[in-house]
């Protein structure tokens, strides 16, 4: 089941902030970020696992909440490099799997 | 640094070749994965691959196939091309669960 990302897209002036939402219809073991220049591959941002535990970026926050299963990206202050598209990733199975299923997307635009 | 390659980053075929799509990691991952990404769509897993000779499908693998012989290479097959299966590929290797996945740069595949 394909996690569904609000916004679809978003547009900011550099220095402003922005929140981009993952939610999933099951139950998450973890949630898994990854952000897209254009024309350029996916590059990971972070994992967050069920009870708190975080691993990846040290200047992009992040929140998980198992209860809603949604998980939450926090763009603060941000900067022009930060233009891309925002992906989040579930397990595909209950437990944890190596395979993912990846939401569709939500294209953050900063501007000067 | 992790690297993976792809043979190619742009190819156009005919309707019915047998196409084959490359993928090289450098880092002894032992799982690696297949993608097809659609505008709007986001990134859809098509093959994964968990060790040699071992595989697994994702949820589109109808008109593909896979092959690893060796952990470092895993190949995508297309017996014959049709023009849907105009897309861009990504390759991606990790290692363990949950872990971040590394993509390679893609191949824009064009099938007329």
């Known amino acids: 089941q394909q996690p569904v990302q609000s916004p679809q897209a978003v547009i900011l002036r550099e220095g402003e902030d922005a929140v981009i939402n993952c939610s999933s219809s099951k139950a998450l073991y973890s949630v898994h970020w990854y952000r897209q220049k254009h024309g350029e591959a996916p590059v990971f941002l972070m994992i967050l696992l069920k009870g708190g535990e975080q691993k990846g970026h040290d200047k992009i926050s992040a929140s998980f909440n198992e209860k809603k299963q949604q998980s939450s990206l926090y763009l603060t202050a941000s900067q022009l490099s930060y233009s891309g598209t925002y992906f989040c990733g579930t397990p595909s199975s209950q437990g944890g799997s190596e395979k993912l299923v990846f939401g569709k997307g939500t294209k953050l635009t900063v501007n000067p | 640094d992790v690297k993976v390659t792809q043979s190619s980053r742009y190819l156009v075929k005919r309707t019915g070749e047998k196409v084959f799509l490359e993928c090289v990691q450098d880092?002894?991952?032992?799982?690696m994965f297949w993608y097809r990404q659609d505008p709007g769509l986001g990134l859809r897993l098509i093959y994964f691959s968990y060790d040699v000779k071992m595989k697994e499908k994702g949820d589109i693998p109808e008109g593909y196939s896979v092959s690893r012989e060796k952990k470092e290479r895993f190949s995508l097959i297309l017996e014959s091309a049709s023009t849907n299966q105009t897309s861009m590929y990504l390759c991606?290797?990790?290692?363990?669960?949950?872990?971040?996945?590394?993509f390679g740069p893609g191949t824009r595949l064009t099938v007329t």
């Open positions: 991606a290797s990790s290692s363990g669960t949950p872990s971040e996945q590394y």
């Open positions: 880092m002894d991952h032992e799982n």
